[in-house]
């Protein structure tokens, strides 16, 4: 069978990429790259703190040149911030740079999963639903755009949407060795 690609995870916050990007890897014997976390260790700065000093505009600059350095590298998966797709630029890169995995959850899913997450500067207002549903109204289109493969999240254990992941990028890869 063919080798398997760089795999990327693209979706909503509270998708969860972190967690199912880090058991991918260990899965695939590969390394994990979370394009937030390696932002934060370049800057030395968490992702509030450079939203406060930078504005939007200003980390959005710091995730295009992080995925461009990321997408250099081979054998590897990588979980992109939720707004990565809001950028052309950012959605070429992601989708000529391996495959693309949207992880798809609803917005009551992403409410459980980010209600006491304080690392989210987008959702530091009172009305957290309202700014959940908006940004699934503008992003979601470009999630599907941008993906090879879309995989829902909601109600389901991480270790069921790695398997789900493996088996349909194999597919992709190789679909006359699937035998469903």
Request: contains cysteine; proline residues 4%.
């Amino acid at each position: 069978m063919p080798a398997l690609p760089n795999l990327i995870l693209i979706g909503p916050m509270g998708a969860g990429k972190s967690t199912i990007g880090r058991l991918l890897a260990a899965e695939l014997s590969r390394e994990f790259l979370d394009s937030d976390h390696e932002i934060q260790a370049r800057c030395g700065a968490d992702i509030p703190w450079i939203f406060d000093v930078e504005g939007e505009a200003g980390f959005r600059d710091r995730e295009t040149q992080m995925i461009r350095e990321l997408a250099r590298l081979d054998k590897v998966v990588i979980a992109t911030g939720g707004g990565a797709v809001l950028r052309e630029e950012n959605r070429r890169v992601l989708r000529d740079c391996g495959t693309v995995v949207y992880l798809y959850t609803t917005v009551e899913q992403q409410l459980r999963r980010t209600a006491k997450d304080r690392n989210r500067p987008l959702l530091q207002r009172d009305d957290r639903e309202q700014v959940l549903r908006e940004m699934f109204v503008k992003r979601d289109p470009l999630y599907r755009a941008t993906a090879d493969i879309i995989v829902r999240t909601d109600r389901r254990g991480p270790r069921a949407v790695v398997n789900e992941i493996v088996r349909r990028v194999q597919r992709l890869i190789d679909p006359l060795q699937c035998k469903a």
